[in-house]
């Protein structure tokens, strides 16, 4: 699960679904180095996103833990995601080309996007990040266990921002395209 203002409502209508939700489990694509108390928290707005789902017996796995920094904060995330494999990772995309915690030019983004990292879990300082700076994020590593990746983008602006990002491979987003990634669907609205 994504963090953002796009698929909240994507979330909620989800939560509306009546699913045999003691068996599923959510996890985060990325996390805001922030706790849920915190506005900026992904995992917070998914527990309110989601909160019928919850309560009916959905799971989620935590990405912030507490801790001196985000490198040591990544280290525990990275041993509970280490394990795990995921159905669908609901991804978004940036204006700027970022997706997950992927943002252009971050400290810790050729660590998250190396095909040699052993880490599910990389530590991201990316400035121009809104709501924390400071990021843990899935490995491109990570997203390759994946069933299928979903990419949701809205508006004009993206679209064609995507389309130059593929075609220039100028942004981390062109990742989710290379060879050896899981089966991609682009959801587009204008």
């Known amino acids: 699960m994504s963090g953002g203002s796009t698929p909240e409502p994507i979330y909620r209508a989800l939560a509306a679904q009546s699913l045999d939700w003691p068996k599923i489990t959510f996890a985060l694509v990325d996390e805001r180095n922030a706790p849920l108390s915190s506005p900026a928290s992904n995992e917070a707005m998914i527990e ?19 801790a001196e920094t985000v490198e040591m904060a990544a280290d525990c995330a990275d041993v509970l995601y280490t394990p795990l494999s995921y159905d669908i990772a609901l991804m978004g995309m940036g204006d700027d080309g970022h997706t997950a915690s992927w943002f252009p030019n971050a400290r810790g983004l050729d660590e998250a996007l190396s095909e040699n990292t052993k880490r599910s879990v990389a530590a991201i300082n990316a400035p121009q990040a809104q709501g924390s ?3 843990l994020t899935l490995t491109r590593n990570a997203l390759k266990r994946s069933r299928a990746l979903i990419l949701v983008i809205t508006g004009d602006a993206k679209r064609t921002r ?17 060879t050896g990634m899981p089966p991609m669907d682009v959801l587009w609205a204008a």
């Open 162 to 178: 995507l389309e130059q990002a593929l075609s220039a491979q100028d942004a981390p987003v062109a990742a989710l395209f290379q």
């Open 133 to 135: 700076a400071e990021r």
């Open 48 to 66: 309110r996103a989601l909160a019928r789902a919850f309560e009916a017996g959905a799971e989620i796995k935590p990405m912030y833990f507490a």
